[in-house]
């Protein structure tokens, strides 16, 4: 069984299920990493459930380990702990375990951090469109964090959708970065405005409906076209596939190392 490397030093609940967890490792170093890239968190399966959790799906051996991959969000600069947005699957398996974790509390951090989401085959001239649902978020908070420069040529925007306002994790430092700057635009989006406690005065339905009504090109005062921006989709596969279809009407190709698009893709779903 894995050690125990690494340890909690924050956890932030934006809403029930839904956390920060801030992991700094214990007697190691953080290798470098790329901002969209993931690394692996585990907990054996004796490890406490939350007491929200639904009962244990499957039966585990007394040395069986629990590991799964989960994007960073935490900058690429920030060396002293990875930071990751969580939602809670209460029938999951290792969710529920990280969820019944508090600061102080020992976890396993994988020390190989992978991935090909990253910014590295886009052209600094190019604008960038991040569109995310639920913890999808994720990989973009690194990105911005680490590239977002105030007031420089180069464009961002971030559209987020989720259920309810509380479920739109990070949303005040994003509506701060985007007071900050003339070159950041965020848009969040709820799907359910009839149960928010009080009214909510933003959007309302899908994220993908933002792209089409023009709200990027409103804000950034040109349109976004395969020539000067790169779209990226990380969330729902419904969500995916709805932007695919409306990008490839637009021209926008997907990107591989092969043959160079400039619609990025991260398809999990958490």
Not at 192 to 199: F, G, K, R, V, Y
Request: aromatic share 12%; charged share 25%; proline share 7%.
């Amino acid at each position: 069984m894995p050690d125990l490397n690494a340890i909690v030093t924050q956890r932030i609940d934006f809403a029930p299920g839904l956390m920060v967890l801030r992991v700094a490792p214990e007697g190691w170093e953080l290798p470098d990493f790329k901002p969209g890239q993931f690394a692996v968190l585990g907990l054996p399966a004796s490890a406490a459930r939350s007491s929200d959790s639904e009962p244990e799906p499957v039966e585990y051996k007394d040395d069986a380990f629990i590991r799964r991959a989960y994007s960073i969000a935490s900058a690429s600069h920030e060396k002293e702990y990875l930071e990751f947005y969580i939602v809670q699957v209460k029938s999951g398996q290792l969710t529920p375990r990280l969820f019944a974790l508090n600061v102080g509390d020992k976890v396993f951090l994988g020390p190989k951090i992978t991935g090909m989401f990253t910014l590295d085959e886009v052209a600094e001239d190019q604008n960038l469109v991040f569109i995310g649902t639920g913890t999808g978020l994720a990989p973009y908070m690194s990105m911005i964090r680490t590239h977002l420069e105030a007031n420089e040529p180069r464009k961002f925007a971030v559209l987020h959708g989720a259920r309810n306002s509380w479920d739109l994790g990070y949303r005040t430092e994003l509506f701060q970065m985007q007071r900050l700057t003339t070159n950041f635009a965020y848009f969040p989006v709820i799907t359910e405005p009839q149960a928010e406690h009080t009214a909510w005065k933003g959007h309302t339905g899908f994220v993908q409906q933002l792209w089409e009504d023009g709200t990027i090109e409103r804000a950034w005062g040109f349109k976004p076209t395969p020539e000067n921006t790169h779209v990226f989709l990380c969330g729902n596969p419904h969500m995916i596939d709805a932007m695919k279809e409306l990008l490839h009407a637009e021209g926008f190709k997907d990107h591989s190392r092969k043959e160079p698009g400039q619609i990025h893709l991260e398809e999990y779903w958490k």
